[in-house]
């Protein structure tokens, strides 16, 4: 296999294939990007014969993905052609303005990452037990599909089938949407009073995360799926119009509330499950090696299933807390526990 592209996803791919035993060769633009995937053990700096390939993985950043689609077709006449683009129709659209035969490249996106980016983050098991998504076209082989299957599961991960338009529907609403909101939240805190901010908590801290993401990356992602994302964007427009017009009103604005409780439940909880009620049970833990491991340790004699967990550090003292969400009829035995074995309690 050959992977152009060594950034986060390429060398995380490149990682989870070497440890499942297959050969792969890296290619990156920059030669520096390639070395460090390689060092990592994401595959190998030589190349083979173009017409030796039989899968080549783009994974370049989305502005240059169709034309690094076209090109490697035209070199490797042996290999599918996938990639790991984010946006399929802008993509497919601009492969079709060229005079290309594409029976060979079967779209495909992981859906995994982190707000961060580059080789050294990279991480075999980013793609173990998520989603990733094949867009096959009706000119696509059997042959052809089932390889970029074996790729995704070869990486841990469980494949789906959409087709293009749906899969950006479907991003705009689940990837994007969420990242944006995530910007205006964290962009909105330039009108905060500097003394202010350190109140903040663990919510808005969850909120925020991700808008910490490279900007580059995604203003190219944005700018390819912006059809899909404006129509979210619009939905939101409206609810926030709703929003505020109910904030004079506790039983309209109770109403607005539970529709967000309903949708963040209809995510599901644990290996896909209904979302269960749980109560959270917050324990301080000190700042120093092995106090998590011996926390975790004294739950697990106590026979208490850990349904979730966050962590919040103190922003004051070394030391954090981690809430840990267990079956309500179980809280009470978990906190006497805790209380026992010499844990602080903040719930």
Not at 76 to 104: F, M, P, Q
Not at 194 to 207: C, E, N, Q, T, Y
């Amino acid at each position: 296999m050959l992977i152009v592209g060594t950034g986060l996803i390429g060398a995380s791919i490149g990682c989870a294939l070497t440890r499942q035993g297959a050969e792969v060769h890296l290619w990156d633009l920059d030669p520096a990007n390639a070395m460090v995937a390689a060092g990592r053990g994401a595959g190998v700096l030589s190349l083979l014969d173009p017409g030796d390939y039989r899968l080549v993985i783009v994974a370049t950043p989305p502005s240059a993905v169709a034309s690094t689609i076209a090109e490697r077709l035209r070199w490797h006449r042996n290999a599918v052609v996938t990639d790991t683009a984010s946006v399929k129709s802008a993509v497919l659209s601009a492969l079709r303005e060229r005079d290309i035969d594409l029976s060979r490249y079967v779209g495909s996106h992981p859906m995994s990452g982190t707000q961060y980016t580059g080789p050294l983050t990279a991480v075999p098991e980013l793609f173990v037990d998520r989603t990733w998504v094949l867009t096959p076209r009706p000119e696509n082989s059997a042959e052809s599909i089932e390889r970029v299957r074996m790729l995704a599961g070869l990486c841990g991960a469980r494949t789906v089938t959409l087709d293009t338009r749906d899969h950006d529907t479907a991003v705009a609403e689940v990837s994007h949407l969420p990242q944006l909101m995530s910007i205006l939240t964290a962009a909105n805190l330039r009108h905060a009073a500097r003394s202010h901010l350190p109140l903040a908590g663990g919510g808005i801290r969850d909120v925020t995360r991700i808008a910490q993401s490279q900007t580059e990356m995604w203003r190219q992602i944005l700018t390819a799926n912006r059809t899909a994302v404006r129509e979210q964007l619009g939905q939101v427009r409206e609810d926030l119009d709703t929003l505020i017009n109910v904030l004079d009103d506790p039983d309209e604005l109770e109403s607005f509330l539970k529709m967000g409780r309903a949708g963040a439940r209809s995510l599901g909880g644990k290996h896909g499950r209904e979302l269960s009620e749980t109560t959270t049970v917050v324990v301080e833990i000190p700042d120093r090696p092995g106090a998590l491991a011996r926390l975790f340790s004294d739950i697990d004699r106590l026979g208490v299933n850990i349904e979730d967990l966050s962590v919040e550090h103190d922003q004051a003292r070394d030391a954090g807390f981690l809430s840990i969400e267990v079956d309500p009829a179980r809280a009470d035995d978990l906190r006497a526990w805790m209380r026992e074995h010499d844990w602080g309690l903040r719930s």
